[in-house]
């Protein structure tokens, strides 16, 4: 089975302008969950979606939304820019059942905010 | 939030086995515990995951005590692709999938 995908791997943006990134899961996940990587804070858990609904959420501001399709692909939007979202941004995709559900992760997103 | 306590670095000669420890004393009844590593800049990779019992798989065995308040990651022949940070999670099974991870273990394994 291929893995997950993440596309673009690499990004520059400048500040006050939004991304859009895209995760392709696991075939047959149904979970994806996205995390931010930053060399001061580690990673942190921005949202999962599951069934095209967003099931749970971290502690990140509303300019961080995503949005999952029926074909289970995802896609994170950050909105407004700052210097501070520059990090690596990591998909995983489970089953999403119940029961102990592993994450497998992409490879990331690169983002760098000018 | 990180309920494991990790040694922030380890090193490992070739060749050698590798027990990456792991505490985790507030660990519930229904949280497994689960394993992932990172090499630089790539995205984490599932390594293992248990309950209570040990586990073994092609890449590592998991040993977790009795009282489930601590576990060993052990890397059998350690190698230079070795060479990543590793992350101890604990996980309730019938929670979102929200996976905290804390700073981890930097391992370097050295010729």
């Known amino acids: 089975k291929a893995g997950v995908t993440q596309t673009p791997r690499y990004l520059i943006k400048t500040r006050g302008q939004q991304v859009t990134l895209s995760c392709s899961p696991i075939s047959g996940h149904r979970s994806v969950s996205w995390y931010q990587q930053t060399p001061g804070q580690g990673l942190q858990f921005l949202f999962e979606y599951f069934s095209e609904t967003q099931r749970n959420k971290g502690n990140f501001p509303g300019r961080f939304s995503g949005r999952q399709f029926s074909n289970s692909r995802s896609e994170m939007n950050v909105s407004t820019l700052e210097l501070g979202d520059s990090a690596l941004y990591l998909c995983a995709s489970s089953l999403g059942g119940g029961g102990p559900d592993t994450q497998y992760f992409g490879p990331g997103t690169r983002l760098t905010v000018l | 939030d990180a309920k494991t306590t990790q040694p922030p670095s380890m090193d490992c000669a070739e060749g050698r086995a590798a027990n990456l420890p792991c505490n985790h004393s507030?660990?519930?009844?229904?949280?497994?515990v689960y394993w992932y590593r990172q090499i630089h800049s790539q995205g984490p990779q599932y390594i293992i995951h248990g309950l209570k019992n040990n586990e073994t798989n092609e890449m590592a065995s998991l040993i977790i005590t009795e009282d489930r308040k601590s576990s060993t990651l052990i890397l059998p022949h350690a190698t230079l692709r070795d060479t990543a940070v590793y992350y101890c999670?604990?996980?309730?099974?019938?929670?979102?999938?929200?996976?905290?991870f804390g700073t981890g273990t930097s391992l370097t394994v050295i010729p």
């Open positions: 999670i604990v996980r309730p099974a019938n929670t979102g999938n929200q996976f905290y």
């Open positions: 507030t660990i519930s009844g229904n949280e497994y």
